[in-house]
């Protein structure tokens, strides 16, 4: 049996009546040619999904019975904070982190980065979010989350992590990353924009219980280093089950 289409409804919109409306409802009619009576899968990115069936469909919205509803565990423990940076790959990492099961992003003001963060997530961030769990069927999407300021404002955003780990190139390179307890505990892993951390930044995250860890003797695009970041520790929370 093929995979059932899946779609994404706001949590807050996750009651009866159940309508899918707006881009959702037509990418469900008009995209796939979804039909009455077809079953399909719903979920609203905070770990629940169920089945439906369509009862009733349009070009703007649909009326779905639900069928089956499950909630799952939430076993996610990496939230990475990245240094802002102008990039055409913010998309990619925001589609990746989906796929690699993190359980945040934040994206935070550095002295070094380009242009300026802003205030508030951008609407098309959660369109690449929602892309990304209904290719790959993750139920859960990031937390993204954004820190105008300076790195101390991000220091104080991340007072109740348990493990604090700063992404360093002058880290002593065989301190990697220890992600064994990922699943168990909460992770923050701090990223700098290409340009790196000024001194001051670094010291200040040396100061506040940041460990400095190594990704290895390459000098990595910051994309680079957050995908592999993303990798080991999901590899991690895969060996552990």
Same mark, same amino acid.
């Given at each position: 049996m093929s995979r059932l289409n899946s779609f994404y409804l706001a949590p807050e919109n996750w009651k009866e009546p159940f309508i899918l409306e707006g881009g959702e409802a037509r990418h469900m009619s008009k995209v796939l040619r979804t039909r009455q009576g077809d079953k399909v899968r719903l979920f609203d990115g905070c770990g629940r999904e169920g089945f439906f069936i369509v009862s009733e469909i349009s070009k703007s919205n649909a009326v779905l019975d639900q069928i089956e509803e499950d909630s799952c565990t939430d076993t996610r423990g990496l939230t990475l904070a990245i240094g802002w940076n102008k990039s055409s790959r913010r998309g990619w990492i925001l589609e990746k982190a989906v796929e690699l099961e993190a359980k945040g992003l934040i994206f935070f003001q550095s002295e070094f980065s380009q242009g300026k963060v802003p205030v508030e997530n951008k609407d098309t961030w959660?369109? +690449?979010?929602?892309?990304?769990? +209904? =290719? /790959?069927?993750?139920?859960?999407? %990031? #937390?993204? =989350? !954004?820190? %105008? &300021?300076?790195? *101390? !404002?991000?220091?104080?955003? /991340? @007072? &109740?992590? $348990?493990? +604090?780990?700063?992404?360093?190139? +002058? *880290? #002593?390179? @065989? $301190?990697? %990353?220890?992600? @064994?307890?990922? &699943?168990?505990?909460s992770t923050i892993a701090v990223i700098g924009p290409e340009g790196g951390f000024s001194q001051r930044e670094a010291e200040l995250l040396l100061d506040n219980g940041f460990k400095p860890c190594s990704l290895g003797k390459s000098i990595l695009r910051w994309e680079t280093a957050a995908l592999l970041c993303m990798g080991a520790a999901y590899l991690e929370r895969q060996k552990n089950g």
């Open positions: 959660l369109e +690449k979010l929602v892309a990304a769990a +209904k =290719q /790959c069927g993750n139920p859960w999407l %990031p #937390d993204v =989350q !954004t820190v %105008p &300021g300076s790195v *101390a !404002t991000l220091i104080e955003a /991340c @007072s &109740g992590y $348990d493990n +604090k780990l700063f992404l360093w190139e +002058k *880290a #002593d390179s @065989s $301190d990697f %990353p220890d992600f @064994s307890d990922i &699943g168990r505990e």
